[in-house]
């Protein structure tokens, strides 16, 4: 199997796994994808010990790093003196009280954490070149820009690394712009897909940016999580493909327990497309989080980014824990960022074989297709 | 080119094209597709004429029809000794008469003119008995129920006219209820379809419910207006489309001079899934009509079905001929359903066109697939 990417980046099969976790990264890197660390939860000091320890287990096979840098943030936040949890309003922050309260979680001590600042500048173009530096120390055949144009210093550390840059985009007009801001590769991204996402599908969307773009090579993301769906993807005239929700059931996944179960049980129609998780909008699984931030009478609405990714994160980590628990409460508010697939997720697998899997599908797909064009 | 739907109806290349236009139903039946012409619009005796000129017309070649049966409606209309007009609340009078101010307009004669209460009618179980009477004494080769599962009669009575009965639907729960109900072919529709149509897009929904009804055949309907959408299509395992956008700017379409160079202009982020048609979710081209019903502070809201149809239709209609005068107000208003496809709409084309083009982009993606798997 060879499609330009396959050859340019020496993989058997051109799948691009999106993690957080960096044991997925190595098994789809080793079973002949390519695996993509995002890197937006560590510090460049952590992310330096998750590389190292990928590079030992994938023999120099090729795997990238995704960073995020939205192109448009919370004017006060873009302020580098800011103390980001000042720039939290009150009401935001009674809002939040309101909610663990009524779902008997106690206090958030939520936003108030130590290192809020640091996490939050991570998602600035200043604070992701911390990550970007450290990323390209390490012998990494991608790096991606999971929101808004690859910032100029990012394209030019990287072209003199020899990097390609990936781009994702969910609209023609933003892939047009992200090639002229250097990306090398783009991912058109429909609203299918999980975390942040626009509203074209991927069925309608691939091609138009196919077209724009030519001969940048696209990968098609959200709706792909079996071997069909690989082959309907390059059908669009996509160069491979670009999934990340696939990979949050599987055996390696460091998804909460409790996530985890309820996307195994979730069908297609239990995802959102909200704001209350980062500021931007964003997929995930429909829960009362998502309910009481965005159809409340008493919401005040979602922050932007970086502000309610912070107070989201850290509301979150408790819900997590009090969820593991056993807390009802948090157990209804608890949710994750996916896409419609999560449909199809109803077992718990090895990444590993998820990757076979989609490959046989994929050849079964194109001999099915085989036989009716041909009869 | 054979799929167990070009066999069992007689067509060259399974491509199902949705109209309400009679010229564009032919012009697809004669090219080697399937016609199916939407019969809601039509008066039982208006559809005997349209049925028998598509008969002069297609020299014994394959079409159908399609009927709107929704299971669920407005309880009053449900009453066959209602009024539907007196159902309609003070209120969205007021709402209406104010956006006709406000759009300069003047008054709204629309839901008082005559014959309402029939055109809702037809949206009723008891109300598309007299088309499904009509069509089956016409030699058609399938009849589809469009929302909700085909009622027991409209199954019993085409099936021993032995014809297919076709349902669409959004859902993998909806499929299987369809085919438990007696439909023979499945039409599953993702949510960027133009019209009534669900949350979930097709890529994701197709594969899924081809695995839930197997061995029932299942065409794809949403983001398919080219050859490269039915390649894509019949990956995920399909044994054809269902079009019904990519008719709308085509030369023999009978769409509104306003709104076809709406929808000629339009991008795929131009459309939006709203009530403010017919009273359930509906895909169309977003305008003020939209924005005004979902959006402003005064809005009532939508009504159920059929209110809202017979509201905003006969709305939409005054609306039509003041664009047509050149009144702004009524261009900002105007719109009409498609789906996402729009945005791959820029060229207004003989229908027949349209499916040589796509027959020929299907075989070249084919080769493009064959040419990726097989280096």
């Keep these: 199997m060879r499609t330009s990417l396959t050859e340019r980046l020496g993989i058997d099969f051109p799948l691009f796994a999106f993690s957080h976790c960096r044991d997925v990264v190595a098994a789809v890197t080793n079973a002949g994808g390519f695996g993509v660390l995002g890197a937006v939860a560590y510090s460049p000091e952590r992310l330096d010990q998750e590389l190292s320890w990928i590079d030992a287990q994938v023999n120099g096979r090729p795997y990238g790093v995704d960073v995020l840098v939205p192109g448009k943030i919370d004017p006060g936040a873009a302020d580098p003196g800011a103390h980001l949890l000042d720039l939290v309003p009150e009401r935001h922050r009674d809002f939040l009280a309101h909610l663990f309260r009524k779902y008997g979680l106690g206090l958030p001590g939520g936003p108030m954490e130590p290192g809020a600042d640091e996490a939050g500048r991570r998602v600035t173009p200043e604070g992701a070149t911390g990550l970007i530096d450290v990323a390209l120390r390490h012998p990494i055949g991608l790096i991606a820009s999971a929101l808004g144009p690859p910032p100029p210093a990012m394209v030019d550390r990287a072209r003199a690394a020899g990097v390609p840059v990936a781009a994702l985009v969910g609209t023609v007009e933003h ?21 942040h996402t626009g509203e074209v599908s991927t069925m309608v969307l691939v091609p138009q940016v196919v077209d724009a773009v030519a001969p940048v090579p696209v990968l098609a993301a959200g709706g792909i999580a079996e071997g069909r769906q690989v082959a309907a993807a390059l059908a669009l005239g996509a160069e491979g493909v670009w999934c990340g929700s696939v990979w949050l059931t599987t055996d390696e996944a460091e998804t909460p327990p409790v996530v985890k179960r309820k996307m195994l049980a979730a069908t297609s129609r239990d995802t959102v497309r909200s704001r209350s998780r980062t500021g931007k909008p964003a997929r995930q699984l429909r829960s009362a989080w998502t309910e009481e931030w965005d159809g409340a009478p008493e919401s005040p609405g979602p922050l932007g980014m970086p502000l309610q990714l912070l107070l989201a994160e850290a509301a979150m980590a408790q819900v997590g824990q009090a969820a593991e628990s056993g807390n009802p409460g948090a157990r209804e508010l608890a949710n994750y960022f996916v896409g419609q697939v999560v449909g199809q997720m109803n077992q718990v697998k090895p990444a590993r074989q998820v990757v076979y899997e989609m490959i046989k599908g994929y050849g079964d797909a194109v001999e099915r297709l085989r036989g009716i064009t041909d009869a």
Tied chains: 1, 2.
């Design 175 to 195: 892939a047009t712009r992200q090639v002229a801001a250097g990306a090398d590769i783009i991912v058109a991204q429909g609203t299918e897909a999980g975390g």
